[in-house]
């Protein structure tokens, strides 16, 4: 293994930033990746009295994304975070010192990513009350590929709501698989699920497309995002307000 320093502090490390490739030991590559999923989740909804719904499925970028909110959470424990767990899953171990989580069984959801959109917002994001979420945990690679999937199958209000409903939100969806199997090494996290939406069919072969793309160009994945984000906007749902 090729030892590498920390390009904020010259310590020696094994971890690689995915996006930038620079090298971050432990301490910034934690302080990163806390960073990245709080920028995704910032929004005027989400205030000190918010409740999260985290969607839980047993795949390790949905045990991360449950750990890392407790981890944000925990110098000044505020928000409700509510984990709608499949039925049967178990959400230990994780650390649950300073952190109250409530647990609300859900139906095992479709693994055909449209199917398993349409519930969720049915079922978890239309009943939401002001100032309530819903978090999925898709990473990047998953959330690129399902925005160009739900184009391409001309789904275009799944598409709409996935990347501009105002009360549901992809904290992970700036990190790439890797830094999700980096961060679960760190915290001794493991599932034997790896991903969160099943890779069959069309979706798997976009995603295959994606990951060569991303080999040379990891930027592109975010581009991907910004150009549909740029496209729909908040204001596409006025109504739901
Ligand atoms: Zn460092």
Redesign the pocket.
């Given at each position: 293994m090729t030892l590498l320093k920390?390009?904020?502090?010259?310590?020696t490390?094994q971890f690689t930033w995915t996006l930038t490739s620079e090298p971050?030991?432990?301490?910034?590559?934690l302080k990163r990746f806390y960073d990245n999923i709080k920028v995704l989740l910032s929004s005027p909804v989400l205030t000190p009295t918010s409740t999260i719904k985290i969607v839980f499925n047993g795949s390790l970028a949905s045990k991360v994304l449950l750990h890392a909110i407790c981890e944000i959470e925990k110098p000044f424990p505020s928000v409700r975070i509510v984990v709608l767990k499949e039925e049967g899953l178990d959400v230990d171990p994780l650390p649950r010192d300073r952190i109250l989580l409530e647990e609300e069984n859900i139906p095992k959801l479709p693994s055909e990513l449209f199917e398993m959109m349409e519930q969720i917002f049915i079922k978890y994001v239309l009943p939401l009350k002001k100032s309530e979420l819903v978090l999925l945990p898709l990473t990047i690679e998953e959330y690129a590929a399902a925005l160009i999937y739900l184009l391409l199958n001309k789904k275009y209000n799944t598409l709409k709501y996935m990347v501009a409903h105002p009360k549901l939100r992809f904290p992970l969806a700036g990190l790439f698989l890797n830094d999700i199997i980096n961060y679960a090494k760190i915290m001794g996290i493991s599932s034997k699920k790896y991903f969160t939406v099943e890779r069959k069919g069309l979706f798997k072969w976009i995603l295959y497309l994606l990951e060569k793309s991303f080999e040379t160009s990891p930027t592109s994945l975010h581009s991907i995002r910004s150009f549909f984000e740029n496209i729909f906007t908040e204001s596409t749902f006025s109504n739901y307000a």
């Open positions: 920390c390009v904020k502090c010259q310590r490390t971050l030991c432990r301490r910034h590559f």
